[in-house]
């Protein structure tokens, strides 16, 4: 009997180091921030080879627990959806989350999150600093109280200028990758959402013209039009459905494929010229393509890539920061007041390259800094040469947000013809654009359901007749082998040659 | 002074546990999905993630595209292995070990950076983002060659001679004596080979993503989906037991599952 005690603890041990796993780190008490966002989504030192953090970015939850004597528990979601059965079977177990638009829609009507306390919403960071447009959005839309924004932007295309003469006239309307001249040379996204607000712009482009028609003679105001694009392009009945998924089967012919992460670097690679993009990820790629001196002053030949807003309408997407049910309010609060000074917003815009909700002084002199081409920076709005540049205007995104540095109004970065059609106009798109920008709305259940099927049919369908004809061969092979099999069974017994009897066994 | 003595049982406890913790439980997990539905947050039994699986275009269609992309991908190694896997173990060189392993070398490297270097290499020569089902094969192929050469290299080395000369003995010319002889008493690693290549074909979505550029959907692909995008457990378990079944009913009619002799056995250990 001892024995066998003796050896069931002995293998007990064996599992101990697994139980010690699992039992996690002990307690002190500093209050913990256990924070859920996006991989590579807050800046972070680079680590070098030896393991230490490099001084390239900003460590921004370093500084933050330093400063706010919190420690911040930091992990990552790879999707909305992973990030959402996450909570769901874990209640309780985060404090911040960034999810994005139609999951914090999701959430907020699933009554998951937390509300914001009136002084945050009156006197944090955020806001003093967020942008008015941003502020506005989120008013309009009832999510003022349950979540604010963190990165925010359009979709479009990226391309490359030099693909074809006529390719920014082609470009200008969503269906433009339909057509046969860029066979092979486009790539969309691989997911539902972003591919299916492609699929409608391109299924209802008629109607969205004849709304453009309207809006540019006057007969209907910004808001008016706003809201009537955004009323088709969610659209989600089945004749609506059935229309999309036509329209993308009849693109995927055309395409070069659909990816994931990689169309940033096969545009880099020119593998392909036309990328439908998030504005964030645009920037990220004409950065990376276009030439550049290295630190020892050789040129590292590039092109310059284009970023287009077709004039059909756009998609205005945003992460941001939600609490979840039982979250620490208080100190959720400050980790966000923190990430919204305008100092800590450029850290992030730097690293990630993204667009922050957050305006400010501070943001708006690194976009000068970036982006204005003015020689003089006492009298901008000349180059080196003394020709006119082109004013970009802010003035929608940075008004009253600055703290004396700068008057509303003159938020202008001024740059060439050229330049206006680059990075500038994925990081902050013009007002104009932002008028025909729709917010996608999250769908039920039922309508995901729907638009999933139409998404695997556009994934699955056609099969090539190839395929058809390896079927039936190997068919065929099957019912031949099963035949001989039943043939040689028939034989099994040999018939006996002439003149000889079989004599029977036992 | 105390004696430890451990009987088999008590030794098998730490292996029982990790059985009934990561197989059996989640296999019975996954069953339990794939027969319910959650509807108003309460779940219930429900056959109808069998039913939409068969009525669904789209389902049926990646079923029989992943059907067919293993089929040829499994045809083509074995066509590659088989003549290899013959010659190596018929060579008398004396170093044979290490041209086995130049075959096996490839899968020390990382599979997904390999893929990745296939990719560079498949638009090097000017193949990717048009030729997406050869792509993929040719993927698959790669990847899965050396558990085709294993098992099949295992039993051809095993074979005893004296069968082969003494169908040579009997007046059986060369191609008999492999049609007769050296083919079926093969057999057991060719069917080896293929359960071994034939299943992760079907599965293998990063082969199929990377390659044809996300044009092609596998089974594996869509329970991927269902899980990760679709957010439906429930569709996602179905298509996993499905497959499952699939793999079931290969391996009867393979006959991996019969006790052979201890020689035929010998060749299933991959």
């Known amino acids: 009997m001892k024995k066998k005690v003796i050896s069931s603890v002995l293998s007990l041990c064996l599992l101990l180091p697994f139980a010690m796993m699992l039992a996690g780190c002990a307690t002190d008490n500093t209050p913990v921030l256990r924070v859920y966002n996006w991989e590579d989504y807050i800046s972070e030192p680079t680590e070098s080879e030896d393991g230490s953090a490099g001084d390239d970015y900003v460590d921004l939850i370093a500084e933050f627990e330093k400063e706010c004597g919190v420690r911040v528990e930091y992990s990552t979601f790879g999707t909305n959806e992973n990030m959402y059965n996450e909570l769901q079977i874990n209640p309780g177990s985060y404090d911040l989350v960034c999810p994005s638009d139609y999951m914090i829609m999701k959430m907020i009507s699933e009554g998951m999150v937390e509300e914001f306390s009136d002084d945050f919403l009156q006197n944090s960071n955020y806001a003093k600093y967020a942008s008015p447009y941003i502020k506005n959005l989120f008013e309009d839309n009832g999510w003022t109280k349950y979540a604010v924004a963190y990165m925010w932007g359009t979709m479009g295309y990226v391309y490359d200028p030099a693909i074809s003469e006529s390719v920014e006239q082609d470009l200008s309307s969503w269906a433009g990758i339909w057509n046969a001249r860029y066979a092979s040379k486009a790539t969309i996204k691989d997911s539902v959402r972003d591919s299916y607000f492609l699929g409608v712009a391109v299924a209802y482009r008629e109607e969205l013209m004849q709304l453009k028609e309207q809006y540019d003679g006057g007969t209907i105001g910004a808001d008016d039009y706003n809201a009537r694009i955004t009323e088709i392009m969610n659209r989600t009945d089945e004749d609506t459905l059935e229309k999309t998924k036509n329209a993308l089967i009849s693109l995927k012919e055309n395409l070069y494929g659909f990816e994931v992460d990689s169309g940033k670097q096969d545009m880099v690679a020119g593998r392909i010229s036309i990328n439908f993009a998030w504005s964030g990820d645009a920037v990220y790629t004409m950065d990376d393509a276009e030439p550049y001196y290295e630190e020892d002053g ?102 009253g947000t600055s703290d004396g540095n700068h008057a509303d109004g003159d938020f202008i970065i001024y740059v060439s013809e050229e330049s206006a059609k680059r990075q500038i106009s994925a990081q902050y798109p013009t007002e104009e654009v932002l008028v025909r920008s729709a917010i996608m709305q999250h769908f039920d259940d039922e309508i995901n359901a729907a638009v999933n099927e139409m998404w695997e049919e556009v994934k699955g369908l056609p099969i090539p007749v190839w395929a058809y004809v390896v079927i039936a061969v190997i068919a065929a092979g099957i019912v031949v082998i099963a035949l001989s099999y039943v043939y040689k069974g028939k034989r099994k017994d040999p018939k006996p040659k002439k003149g000889y009897t079989v004599v029977k066994k036992g | 002074m105390v004696k430890f003595h451990f009987s088999r049982k008590q030794l098998c406890i730490p292996y029982a546990l990790f059985l009934i913790l990561f197989v059996i439980i989640p296999m019975f997990l996954i069953l339990f999905y794939a027969f319910t539905e959650t509807a108003d947050g309460a779940i219930r039994f429900s056959f109808a993630n069998f039913i939409d699986f068969f009525t669904s275009a789209a389902k049926l269609s990646t079923l029989l595209m992943s059907f067919t992309v293993a089929i040829i991908s499994t045809a083509v190694c074995l066509l590659i292995a088989y003549p290899l896997a013959y010659i190596l173990a018929r060579s008398k060189f004396k170093k044979k070990n290490v041209l086995l392993m130049l075959f096996i070398l490839p899968m020390w490297i990382n599979f997904v950076l390999r893929i990745t270097a296939l990719r560079e290499l498949l638009d090097l020569i000017g193949l990717l983002g048009t030729e997406n089902y050869l792509n993929t094969i040719i993927g698959m192929v790669y990847d899965f060659l050396p558990f085709m050469i294993l098992p099949l290299y295992t039993t051809l080395e095993k074979l005893d001679n004296s069968y082969l000369e003494a169908a040579a003995d009997l007046g059986g010319n060369k191609f008999t004596v492999f049609t007769k002889v050296t083919f079926p008493l093969s057999m057991p690693g060719v069917i080896s080979g293929i359960t071994m290549v034939f299943m992760p074909s079907m599965t293998n979505y990063v082969v199929s993503d990377t390659l044809s550029n996300f044009n092609i959907t596998i089974l594996g692909k869509l329970i991927d989906q269902y899980f990760t995008t679709y957010d439906n457990w429930h569709m996602g378990s179905m298509i996993s037991i499905i497959l499952l079944v699939i793999i079931f009913i290969t391996m009867l009619v393979t006959g991996g599952f019969k006790d052979g002799k201890q020689e035929a056995r010998g060749a299933n250990l991959w």
């Open chain 1, 298 to 399: 050789t040129y590292v030949e590039g092109i310059y890539l284009n970023y287009i807003v077709p004039e059909e309408c756009s998609n205005i997407w945003f992460d941001g920061w939600v609490m979840p049910k039982g979250a620490n309010t208080e100190l959720a609060e400050t980790f966000i007041d923190f990430l919204s000074r305008p100092e800590n917003a450029v850290a992030n815009m730097n690293y990630i390259g993204y667009t922050s909700s957050i305006a400010g002084d501070a943001v708006f002199e690194e976009m000068v800094d970036w982006y204005d081409e003015s020689a003089d920076p006492d009298n901008r709005g000349f180059d080196e040469d003394g020709n006119a540049l082109v004013p970009y205007d802010l003035n929608y995104f940075f008004n």
